[in-house]
């Protein structure tokens, strides 16, 4: 097994627990002797087993002649540090594994290097960077709420074709199609917290939730800045309603809700986004999926607060007197908020496009080939179907 291949599989085993390991990333580790695999193992849940610990621990039973011979892959950098659990290089030491692969450091600034240095110097063989691209993809959440505090935001919004999120009426299902709702869903289950506005409670009392759930939990966030929420609602009254966190504007009118809303200042009118996800990031959530509506879009587009975008745009159009996927925001040409796409598919008869934060004019050519996006919220590599596509310490 090659050391691509090796990181690959480290990888997928890494994504099951997304969404699972908040305040810390998911990490995959692989073990292989003589070319083989002979261990795995991934980081399940804080507070239980890292990655590098589940996989020594499965191991098979191995002489020291055997261990030396073996090459541990893991995704992260392995921690050093005695937290929780104990740190993964004294564990990596003690079983004698001769070589550690590492797809890329820990982002932390108080511990980058420090477990590659201690491997180092205990006579492992370290390499550091392989798939080095997935690997921080990955722990894009962490590597956003450690440096800076703050989780990690994607904008999803399902539109028509002329960028409408709802009718005039304030109706939005369904907008995209089944197997664009089946992608959102794996979304949901990547995040630690779902956001929307209390509109989109009002006008579609949705549960939020990811279904199936898959062991996980994550939070609904709900910013309500004139009281419309009703006691009623699905997120205060299903099972997950302990998991429900409204926020108000600081005076706000609120009604009487089973939840004592969080005041944060007031931005034009509404919730400060910033001192939303601050409390967020408190509160050690990496990840928060927001799916609008407008408003809510707009203020985080405007404060450039979103780190990525997703995009599900049905062939359909509204015309100008249906809801806009983002409420007016006072920009001329000039201040745009730039996006760079990465990724461009079909997904059932929808588009699916996935941007990042952009600087300036992004124009370029477009590839003839790119990438699917699986409904288990994965990306595989596909042939051209007759459209674009854009390539896109735990």
Not at 67 to 95: D, K, N
Not at 178 to 189: I, M
Request: glycine fraction near 12%; charged fraction near 25%; hydrophobic fraction near 35%.
């Amino acid at each position: 097994m090659k050391d691509g291949r090796a990181m690959e599989r480290a990888l997928e085993l890494a994504r099951k627990g997304e969404g699972l390991t908040r305040p810390n990333p998911p990490v995959g580790a692989v073990l292989v002797r003589g070319g083989e695999e002979i261990a795995a193992g991934y980081h399940r849940r804080a507070g239980g087993p890292h990655a590098e610990a589940a996989c020594l621990a499965s191991a098979p039973r191995l002489t020291p002649a055997q261990w030396s011979q073996s090459t541990l892959y893991v995704t992260l950098e392995p921690c050093s540090t005695e937290g929780r659990t104990p740190p993964c290089t004294r564990a990596i030491l003690e079983h004698g594994v001769g070589r550690v692969v590492v797809g890329t450091e820990d982002p932390n600034p108080s511990h980058a290097g420090e477990g590659l240095r201690e491997l180092r110097a205990g006579g492992v063989d370290v390499e550091c960077g392989v798939l080095r691209d997935e690997a921080e993809a990955l722990i894009a959440p962490f590597a956003k709420w450690i440096v800076s505090g703050r989780p990690r935001v994607t904008l999803k919004l399902a539109m028509t074709a002329d960028g409408r999120i709802a009718d005039r009426d304030g109706r939005s299902r369904w907008i995209s199609g089944p197997e664009a709702r089946t992608c959102v869903q794996a979304l949901r289950r990547r995040a630690d917290a779902i956001m929307v506005g209390s509109g989109t409670v009002a006008h579609d009392d949705p549960s939020l939730l990811p279904r199936p759930a898959e062991g996980r939990e994550p939070y609904r966030v709900i910013l309500d800045a004139d009281g419309r929420l009703h006691p009623g609602a699905r997120v205060f009254q299903d099972e997950a309603s302990a998991r429900t966190l409204v926020f108000t504007p600081e005076g706000a009118p609120r009604g009487e809700l089973p939840v004592e809303p969080i005041e944060v200042p007031e931005t034009n009118g509404g919730c400060d986004p910033g001192a939303v996800l601050d409390t967020l990031g408190e509160r050690g959530l990496l990840h928060v999926l927001c799916e609008g509506g407008g408003e809510i879009a707009a203020a985080l587009a405007g404060a450039q607060l979103v780190d990525e975008y997703i995009f599900f745009m049905a062939p359909r159009i509204l015309g100008g007197d249906a809801r806009p996927a983002f409420a007016p925001m006072g920009l001329g040409l000039a201040d745009a908020r730039a996006l760079k796409y990465e990724e461009i598919c079909r997904v059932g008869e929808d588009l699916m496009i996935r941007a990042a934060k952009g600087h300036g004019d992004n124009r370029r050519e477009w590839p003839q080939t790119g990438t699917e996006f699986t409904e288990e919220g994965g990306r595989k590599e596909a042939q051209n179907k007759g459209g674009r596509h854009v390539h896109g310490n735990h």
